[in-house]
T-cell receptor
Framework: AQTVTQSQPEMSVQEAETVTLSCTYDTSESDYYLFWYKQPPSRQMILVIR??????QNATENRFSVNFQKAAKSFSLKISDSQLGDAAMYFCAYRTLYNFGNEKLTFGTGTRLTIIP | NAGVTQTPKFQVLKTGQSMTLQCAQDMNHEYMSWYRQDPGMGLRLIHYSVGAGITDQGEVPNGYNVSRSTTEDFPLRLLSAAPSQTSVYFC??????????????FGPGTRLTVT
């Protein structure tokens, strides 16, 4: 079974600075998806970024980018130019690529990010 | 599109009561699922469905029932509420149109307290 580990329960960063959130996972599969979801105080789960394991290039979405190290099974999220609106709980999640019907997301325990004005 | 909607947003139950959490999506997604979120544990899968009439268990199915009579709706039933079911519940949907697995879209959640 796959597992996802987020070893930083809490992080803080000064506004406009850069912060990196860590995520490691364990799987025996060669192809899969990885996601970062953001959960602000409103509770809504919002997709931040997605990475397909078969793609070598790291995904980027505006100020958000990932460092995907497949051999090390590491998937960190970098937030550049941090803004107050980035304050939230961030979850790393794993999803298998194959087997239609096995759409299960396996989540880490989350990292609470605080932005210091 | 409204996306994924859940009702109610908040609910308080007494131990032993039953209730149904509603979930609906208007994106014609074939896959729907229920997760629960507990402090320090991330989200865990309760039940899921790959289409109307087809459901299966996730990681933590005990005490919950689901059915999927239409593509749009996927209600979650608590048969006899217990304090251990105090949690935030999320419904999600996704599609594999064209064979590509797209991300799951989440509803706003239901905070359930069982006393």
């Amino acid at each position: 079974a796959q597992t996802v580990t987020q070893s930083q329960p809490e992080m803080s960063v000064q506004e406009a600075e850069t912060v990196t959130l860590s995520c490691t996972y364990d799987t025996s599969e060669s192809d899969y998806y990885l996601f970062w979801y953001k959960q602000p105080p409103s509770r809504q789960m919002i997709l931040v970024i997605r990475q397909e394991a078969y793609k070598q290039q790291n995904a980027t979405e505006n100020r958000f980018s990932v460092n995907f190290q497949k051999a090390a099974k590491s998937f960190s999220l970098k937030i550049s130019d941090s803004q107050l609106g980035d304050a939230a709980m961030y979850f790393c999640a794993y999803r298998t690529l194959y087997n239609f019907g096995n759409e299960k997301l396996t989540f880490g325990t989350g990292t609470r990010l605080t932005i210091i004005p | 599109n409204a996306g994924v909607t859940q009702t109610p947003k908040f609910q308080v139950l007494k131990t032993g009561q039953s209730m149904t959490l509603q979930c609906a999506q208007d994106m014609n997604h074939e896959y729907m699922s229920w997760y629960r979120q507990d402090p320090g544990m991330g989200l865990r899968l309760i039940h899921y469905s790959v289409g109307a009439g087809i459901t299966d268990q996730g990681e933590v199915p005990n005490g919950y029932n689901v059915s999927r009579s239409t593509t749009e709706d996927f209600p979650l039933r608590l048969l006899s509420a217990a304090p251990s079911q105090t949690s935030v519940y999320f419904c999600a949907s996704s599609t594999r149109a064209g064979g590509i697995a797209y991300e799951q879209y989440f509803g706003p959640g239901t905070r359930l307290t069982v006393t």
